[in-house]
């Protein structure tokens, strides 16, 4: 720089400290522009199209993260710093101000390019499927989150002119607050870790949570929220600390099972069981599902007799019943539905009656989770149900509707 200076000098040009300040910065800033140019308007732009053009995939998603062009801007700080130092006396106060300046925009630039770093990381793993699953959206904004308070502190104490370790030795006094501020995110990058570490949520699961009205499927995991969007389409915002403090009921297992499973029950009229008499066995051993049981059980029930009975006393011998032949109807009906799964727990059974009546339910899986299947093959069980009842003498208990009082008041005014 002190031969630039003289050769100017021996043109006649006299130069004072002011165009020599000026001189080094005119140098400096036409130097950061043609680097600028260099790297922005040929190199990158270069490397875009190629990246556009090719069917590697980790080059488009850099390029869509910005990851090359940060990086280029960090370069063009790290270059102003060094000529600064090169340029510029050691101590001046205009040395001290640029590389401070420098400094500042080369740590603000390293921090954006490790956030693009992390970006492309998490749009590759997305690509993969053992980690696509995985709720590591979560993890990177803590990663990203502590790394901004690392660099604020650096930045911080570049201004102040004081090391490091002393604001950080400082944030021991302020470690409640910073507790109270930065709560949710402290929870929710714990909550984050253990949600991956013991696989209990991956994306695309259907949650269920009534604390929070949720009931639809995850869409995004994130640092301190969870997104579930509901079956009616509305967006339920969760805490991610909640799903580890509070409970949930994740269906995924029933999903992958491939079976969902049919619990429901009806209501019979307990005054219409009764012993089947010969004619009302006559009529249901005609039921293709129904002849071998009757058979079956008609022998059974005769030769206990034959052993067994004491005069013609019901009390005494053993009859079949109407609703126990309706159990045993629906067993087989059940069996042979071509939407049941038969390798999963299939049953109909009786519960505790009470003021509704005997509850006959079924509990069975069909043979798909889709909703809308799963939905129409449990109706059509259950239509069929309804329709065939009467045909063993029983009947479904309801409460008394408008129509029956007025069928009943009509029948007494006659």
Not at 66 to 87: D, E, N, P
Not at 159 to 179: D, E, F, R, W, Y
Not at 235 to 242: Q, V, Y
């Amino acid at each position: 720089m002190q031969e630039l200076i003289s050769a100017i000098e021996a043109l006649g040009i006299k130069i004072n400290h002011t165009s020599t300040l000026a001189i080094i910065f005119g140098i400096i800033f036409l130097t950061a522009i043609i680097v600028h140019l260099i790297l922005h308007r040929i190199v990158l732009r270069t490397f875009e199209k190629r990246a556009q053009a090719s069917q590697h995939l980790w080059l488009q998603i850099i390029t869509q993260n910005k990851l090359f062009h940060r990086l280029a801007f960090t370069l063009q700080g790290i270059i102003v710093q060094i000529q600064a130092m090169l340029w510029l006396q050691k101590g001046s106060d205009a040395a001290s101000i640029l590389i401070t300046c420098a400094q500042l925009w080369i740590m603000l630039y390293a921090l954006l390019s490790f956030f693009s770093l992390l970006d492309v990381v998490f749009n590759l793993s997305q690509k993969l499927t053992f980690s696509s699953q995985l709720p590591l959206k979560g993890i990177f904004q803590g990663i990203k989150l502590v790394s901004a308070i690392l660099v604020g502190i650096l930045i911080i104490s570049l201004l102040l002119g004081q090391s490091p370790t002393i604001l950080i030795s400082g944030l021991g006094a302020m470690a409640a607050v910073l507790m109270l501020v930065f709560k949710d995110p402290i929870l929710g990058l714990v909550a984050g870790i253990q949600l991956s570490a013991n696989d209990m949520l991956r994306l695309g699961d259907w949650l269920e949570m009534p604390k929070y009205g949720a009931d639809g499927a995850v869409t995004d995991i994130g640092l301190t929220t969870v997104k579930v969007r509901n079956w009616d389409n509305t967006i339920t915002t969760i805490p991610t600390w909640s799903l580890v403090s509070d409970s949930f009921k994740n269906w995924s297992g029933m999903s992958a099972s491939g079976g969902r499973r049919i619990k429901r029950s009806i209501n019979l009229d307990t005054t219409s069981i009764h012993f089947l008499d010969a004619e009302e066995q006559q009529k249901l051993i005609q039921a293709r599902l129904l002849k071998p049981y009757m058979d079956s059980r008609h022998e059974e029930i005769n030769q206990w007799n034959a052993q067994h009975g004491l005069g013609e006393s019901v009390l005494n011998l053993r009859k079949m019943t109407n609703v126990g032949t309706f159990r045993a109807y629906l067993n087989e009906y059940l069996r042979n539905h071509p939407r049941i799964r038969k390798d999963m727990t299939l049953m109909v059974r009786q519960l505790a009656p009470d003021n509704n009546g005997l509850p006959i339910e079924i509990y069975a899986f069909t043979n798909t989770v889709v909703w809308a299947e799963y939905e129409s093959i449990q109706a059509d069980i259950f239509d069929h149900i309804f329709a065939v009842v009467d045909e063993f003498g029983l009947r479904i208990h309801q409460s008394p509707t408008g129509n029956d009082i007025r069928a009943l008041a009509g029948s007494m005014v006659r």
